[in-house]
């Protein structure tokens, strides 16, 4: 679970930096790269999410 917060904060900095950087230097190619970490990091996020409900709601029988 640690991993998957220090990834969550890595990802959150990583989209603020690319944000920063297309503040100052007004290159779109920035704004891009953050958008897809963004995207990306959304859905990964969702597929998790997605396999911890069905690991609580699935009925497994041993």
Do not use: Q
Not at 46 to 59: G, H, K, S, T, W
Request: no cysteine; charged share 15%; proline share 2%.
């Amino acid at each position: 679970m640690w991993l998957m917060r220090l990834l969550a904060v890595l990802t959150v900095i990583t989209v603020a930096a690319g944000v920063l950087i297309f503040l100052f230097t007004k290159d779109a190619r920035y704004l891009y790269f953050a958008w897809r970490v963004f995207r990306y990091s959304l859905i990964v996020a969702l597929l998790i999410f997605a396999l911890l409900i069905v690991e609580r709601v699935a009925v497994i029988p041993l």
